[in-house]
């Protein structure tokens, strides 16, 4: 919490004002975007090999995993819609 006050530029002066300004500075740190997951192989044989792209775009996030498919028949590619904090990773 203290560092979602620590974003405030002033001093609220009640209650309301500052659950406003939390909302508001909260809202900022957090987005819809879309993660590619990648699994390799077939059947019990299939992992998950890539679970760390995130797009902001799905049409971008729909090309990356259809390029992939493309690869073989054992590569199979989702793009799954996230709400994340944008600080702890990294969006295309």
């Avoid at 500075?25 to 998950?48: A, N, P, Q, Y």
Wanted: a positive charge; proline letters at 2%; glycine letters at 6%.
């Amino acid at each position: 919490m203290a560092h979602l006050v620590s974003g405030l530029r002033e001093k609220p002066r009640c209650l309301h004002q500052l659950i406003r300004k939390l909302v508001e500075v909260t809202s900022r740190e957090v987005e819809h975007v879309f993660l590619l997951l990648v699994f390799v192989g077939i059947g019990e044989d299939k992992k998950l090999e890539s679970k760390d792209l995130f797009f902001r775009d799905l049409q971008e996030c729909v090309w990356y995993a259809q390029t992939l498919h493309k690869q073989g028949n054992l590569v199979t590619a989702y793009c799954l819609p996230r709400y994340i904090n944008t600080g702890s990773v990294r969006i295309y």
